[in-house]
């Protein structure tokens, strides 16, 4: 997923906070609520709008960092594959678990610095700790936040030490030009420092991690280690079961789904477009239809009911906003921090909408993973220099306020 980049950032949005209980609703009373007009709803209409969709890769190799993909699930395709996130920045800072990979949107920008240009998006699988995350995120600008949801930008030069100036080969046999950190024998995701004891091959990010791969029934580090391939290769798969599934994200421009639906179906307010219906996307129009609420509800249908399978929504258009699906739990300007680099101001990039969760095939339950909508705050500047990946900022809604 490509996205060509040309314009400004987002307008904020405010509302009241949350957790009546909390320190932080009183500086919320103190704020001018944002009103959404008409003219607004007209304007978001008029912003040309990059939708994302997940589809199995046609070729594997097509997700590896040398093909600058964007994905889904699985392991992430590092750009840098070097100078990986560490220590603290990539656990959850709830439980203490490493974070578990969400997606990664390859967005490139115009300058030099940033000819390749990758955010991630990471995530711990515990509803309990995206709940603990809710009343987090309406601290405003704490000196150490905890977060269960982190971004990661990280972007490179034309000419740089890991991949040919040349456009890679569309069959398969593009080879970086360095190899990348050892990762994690179990999570495939995060840096390997710490060696097993006994085989002194087998790597991971963390004891957990270590633990889990030692006490697994499918592939048990146990059984395996004195069998472990030795050859210092970079790790090829995770021998975590419990990853989710992987995907392409392909993009497509909304207004192709909207040329479609004028011409194909007239004034249908069918939920699910008749092209692109299989049977499999009932589970969705269901969970649309008991997760709205007034207006939000009523703009969210209506732009999602031309391509409801879409995970992903990508704007750089000066008047691009998110698409809130419920009118509570959205941020006021001073809710998005700082760039924690240059100071500079955030703004939105791109949203990952529920459907998500349906392709990573995450069933009801009590703690199971369940969001209205992730938007993503990205530097305005997209400063360059210091560390290789830059954390960013998510702003998550809960599809229900009942959780809280």
């Known amino acids: 997923m490509d996205i060509d980049l040309d314009g400004e950032k987002l307008k904020s949005l405010q509302i009241s906070s949350l957790d009546e209980g909390e320190e932080e609703d009183e500086a919320h009373k103190d704020d001018v609520e944002y009103e959404v007009s008409d003219e607004d709803d007209d304007e978001e209409d008029r912003v040309p709008m990059t939708l994302g969709f997940v589809e199995k890769p046609k070729n594997p190799w097509s997700l590896v960092r040398q093909y600058f993909p964007s994905k889904a699930g699985g392991t992430p395709a590092w750009l840098d594959p070097v100078n990986l996130p560490s220590q603290k920045s ?3 800072d709830f439980c203490g678990e490493p974070l578990q990979f969400l997606l990664q949107v390859y967005a490139p920008l115009p300058e030099e610095s940033t000819f390749h240009r990758t ?4 995530m711990c699988p515990s509803m309990a700790c995206l709940l603990r ?4 995120q309406w601290k405003r600008h704490p ?3 905890s977060r269960s949801v982190k971004v990661f930008r990280c972007q490179l030069p034309l000419v740089n030490s890991f991949y040919s100036c040349e456009a890679p080969a569309e069959d398969g046999t593009e080879q970086p030009l360095t190899a990348g950190a050892m990762l994690c024998n179990w999570c495939g995701t995060w840096k390997g420092d710490k060696i097993c004891s006994s085989c002194r091959s087998a790597r991971y990010c963390s004891a957990k991690h270590q633990t889990a791969h030692w006490r697994s029934t499918n592939s048990s580090h146990k059984i395996f280690c004195r069998q472990l391939d030795t050859s210092g290769k970079e790790s090829e798969s995770a021998a975590s079961n419990s990853l989710w599934p992987e995907y392409e994200i392909i993009n497509e421009d909304e207004s192709e789904f909207d040329e479609e ?3 194909d179906y007239g004034s249908s307010s069918s939920l699910i477009p008749k092209s692109r219906t299989d ?3 009932g589970k969705l129009q269901t969970y649309f239809k008991g997760h709205g609420d007034n207006r939000s509800w009523a703009s969210f249908q209506e732009r999602i009911s031309l391509a409801p399978d879409q995970v992903l929504r990508y704007s750089s258009s000066a008047q691009a906003k998110p698409l809130w699906p419920v009118s509570s739990g959205r941020p006021s300007k001073v809710d998005i921090p ?3 680099y240059c100071g500079g101001t955030r703004g939105f990039e791109f949203q990952v909408l529920p459907q998500l969760l349906y392709f990573f095939h995450v069933k009801d339950g009590e703690d199971s993973l369940d969001w209205a909508t ?3 705050y990205t530097c305005e500047n997209s400063c360059n220099g210091g560390v290789g990946y830059k954390e960013e900022f998510a702003w998550v809604q809960l599809a229900s306020q009942s959780h809280l």
């Open 90 to 92: 990539c656990l959850c």
């Open 119 to 122: 955010l991630y998006i990471f």
């Open 133 to 136: 995350d809710q009343h987090e």
């Open 143 to 145: 000196e150490t936040p």
């Open 261 to 263: 639906m004028s011409i």
């Open 279 to 281: 049977g499999s996307f």
């Open 338 to 340: 700082k760039c924690n």
């Open 374 to 376: 992730i938007v993503v």
